[in-house]
Structures are given as C-alpha cells and as structure tokens.
Nanobody, 126 residues
C-alpha cells in the first residue's frame, strides 16, 4: 500500500508562488506515474499536471501551462508542484495521486490513478 502526504499549501497573493510537495511511502514509488489534481469550491476535481516514472516526461492542463512545473525526486520518494504567477482562480484543494498501472506515460484521468493524498489547501487572494 502506498500513502501520499501533501504539504506546502497556504495563502498567497496573486502573482506569488508556492511549492507543493507530496511524500510517498513504499519502495515502488519510482515505478509510478504521479499527478496533481485540484478541486475548487463547488466544482469537480480537475487534472493539473502529471509526470512519468523517471521525471523525463510531463503533461499540463492548459490552464496552468507555463506557470506550474511538476517534478519528482525518486531518491526522496517525493513529487513537487512549483506554482508561479498564481491567480485567484487557482484557489483549490490540491491532491497528489499515484498511478501504479502506468510505468510509462503521463495519465490525466482520475480513474487511471490508484492512490490519493488527503489534499492541501491553496488560497490565492486578489
């Protein structure tokens, strides 16, 4: 079983930056594709970014492309989401997820992910 624990959320002004971290337990972390999703109040959860097992391939939602960067450190069992130029519409709970079935590729759909963290809140003030 893999456990994912997010951290790094908080309150930031528009235009600011935050870096989210997701620490994973389990020796097989390095075999999984990893992703970040978010859910704003009153909205459905949506895909944000994904990274393949090695970190060599990434994929982003259009809404965050050019502003957010996903990366991973397999030696530390951690995946990161660097968020720059934050906007009020980025306000949401952010969730880390692991896709055990994907040893390659960058999955973007929720059913493709097997493990989920508890979420960390990000609030961007205008």
């Amino acid at each position: 079983q893999v456990q994912l624990v997010e951290s790094g959320g908080g309150l930031v002004q528009a235009g600011g930056s935050l870096r989210l971290s997701c620490a994973a337990s389990g020796r097989t972390f390095r075999n999984y594709a990893m992703g970040w999703f978010r859910q704003a109040p009153g909205k459905e959860r949506e895909f944000v970014a994904a990274v393949n097992w090695s970190g060599g391939s990434t994929y982003y939602a259009d809404s965050v492309k050019g502003r957010f960067t996903i990366s991973r450190d397999n030696a530390k069992n951690t995946v990161y989401l660097q968020m720059n130029s934050l906007k009020p519409e980025d306000t949401a709970d952010y969730y880390c997820a692991g896709a055990a079935k994907f040893t390659i590729g960058t999955p973007q759909r929720e059913p493709e992910y097997d493990y989920w963290g508890q979420g960390t809140q990000v609030t961007v003030s205008s």
